[in-house]
């Protein structure tokens, strides 16, 4: 066993993984790792080869390879960053803040100043849906399916439905059209799409490829591989409405359900929304141990990569004051008012800007979105178009905020 002290220790090297590390190294810190499982560095992005990346971050519209080779030689221009991949982190020890991991060296045991989680998040499985009949060859998670097409040059069948109107579930509606593959259907099970309009446009409507709203897949049949999908339209209770059944004949389902934050590791030791799984982190990207960091997908599911970068340098960079002076100001709560679902952070850390997410519970033409500390308006703008499907983020500069707790709210 090999024994390691280290400033800054990353877990995953993905777009939040990369921006932390950079963010920890511009702070000057000496010594920062980044152990990843994959055999290269880039997370999910080098699977992702649609374009939509980077418009924030770079100004430029990236696929997803090439974002992530722009971050990754951004990481080499620090001498004092490390990326090592093929490294597995299998336990924490949170009271004697040891990391172990497992590679081809053996077991490495690091003992960081500061640690930055960026695990990334797993896709919900077949499970998450309790879909009645029998179990064939043929069923996918979309993460899975984009695998195979993209990286291994594999189709997973020839006629395919989709479930799941997210942003995966509809880009891999195109991409599967793209390769030949005969989209039949996307379902969906609430009244809304859950992915973007851009992609609700650019990737079903462009191709004619039907979306049922408020419908859910009732039987999967098939011997050995799937040969017919049913589905169902719901009533306003989520109930399957008898005699609305469709027939489809295909060999090949996409289960697009849902990315759940990976926590799985640290649920033992640190908060964790009961709700979304996501570590719960403040505004600095602290976690509820004052060494612990996190960012990206681990902590909440964000539209986009470019968030998931500033997020993790953030993190990153604050992981790095702590190392070098201890800084663990004091923090406030952040509080979901009024019509709104998902908010991040939980926290807010005095000295720190305010960079909240949120999404809406019920989709609005227009809405006025505020945030208030105690009788102060720290933010108060009518935004149109509020879908829950739609991560909104506003900022609110350090110079703005005060000390005292915090709430956002949606109104009409
Ligand atoms: C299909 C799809 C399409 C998307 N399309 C867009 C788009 O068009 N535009 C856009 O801006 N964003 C898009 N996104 C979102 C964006 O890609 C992600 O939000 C972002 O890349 C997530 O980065 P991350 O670092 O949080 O997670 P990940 O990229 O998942 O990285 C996490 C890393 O941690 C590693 N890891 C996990 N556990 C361990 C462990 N125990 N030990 C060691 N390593 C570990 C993993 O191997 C992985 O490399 C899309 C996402 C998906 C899935």
């Known amino acids: 066993m090999i024994e390691k002290e280290v400033d800054v220790l990353v877990i995953g090297a993905g777009a939040a993984g990369l921006g932390a590390a950079i963010g920890a190294a511009r702070e000057g810190v000496d010594k920062v790792v980044i152990v990843e499982r994959d055999e290269r560095s880039g997370g999910i992005l080098n699977q992702c080869i649609h374009n939509g990346f980077g418009l924030h971050y770079f100004r430029e519209e990236l696929t997803g390879p090439e974002y992530a080779e722009r971050i990754k030689n951004i990481v080499k221009q620090y001498p004092n960053i490390d990326v090592k991949v093929e490294q597995y982190v299998h336990g924490i020890d949170y009271r004697r803040k040891e990391v172990s991991v497992v590679s081809t060296e053996g077991v490495t045991i690091y003992k960081p100043k500061s640690l930055v989680v960026a695990t990334g998040a797993r896709e919900r499985p077949m499970g998450g849906i309790l879909v009645p009949g029998t179990r064939p060859a043929g069923v996918f998670t979309a993460g899975v399916a984009q695998r195979f097409v993209n990286l291994e040059n594999r189709l997973p069948g020839k006629k395919a439905i989709i479930v799941g109107s997210g942003d995966i579930g509809l880009i891999m509606a195109r991409r599967l059209t793209l390769e030949g593959v005969e989209v039949v259907a996307v379902v969906e099970r609430m009244p809304f799409p859950g992915g973007l309009e851009r ?214």
């Open 199 to 412: 992609n609700i446009r650019q990737c079903l409507k462009d191709f004619n490829i039907p979306l049922y709203l408020s419908h859910t897949v009732v039987g999967i049949y098939g011997k050995e591989r799937l040969e017919r999908v049913i589905i169902a339209q719901l009533d306003e209770n989520f109930k399957p409405i008898p005699g609305t059944e469709k027939k489809f004949d295909v060999d090949t389902l996409i289960l697009s359900v849902g990315l759940i934050p990976q926590s799985t590791l640290f649920k033992d030791f640190l908060k964790i929304d009961p709700w979304t799984k996501g570590i719960m982190t403040s505004s600095s990207g602290r976690t509820s141990l004052n060494w612990i960091f996190a960012a990206g997908n681990c902590t909440v599911i964000y539209d986009l990569v470019d968030w998931v970068t500033e997020e993790g340098s953030t993190s990153g960079k604050f992981a790095a004051m702590y190392v070098k002076n201890n800084w663990e100001p004091a923090k406030f709560s952040v509080e979901k008012g009024q019509n709104v679902g998902l908010l991040f952070p939980t926290w807010y850390e005095e000295g720190t800007n305010l960079n909240i997410y949120i999404r809406v519970k019920k989709p609005l033409e227009i809405g006025t979105i505020r945030v208030k500390q105690r009788n102060n308006l720290l933010y108060s703008k009518k935004h149109a178009n509020l879908m829950p499907s739609e991560m909104v983020n506003i900022r609110i500069p350090e110079s703005k905020i005060g000390a005292g707790d915090i709430v956002v709210e949606v109104v009409e």
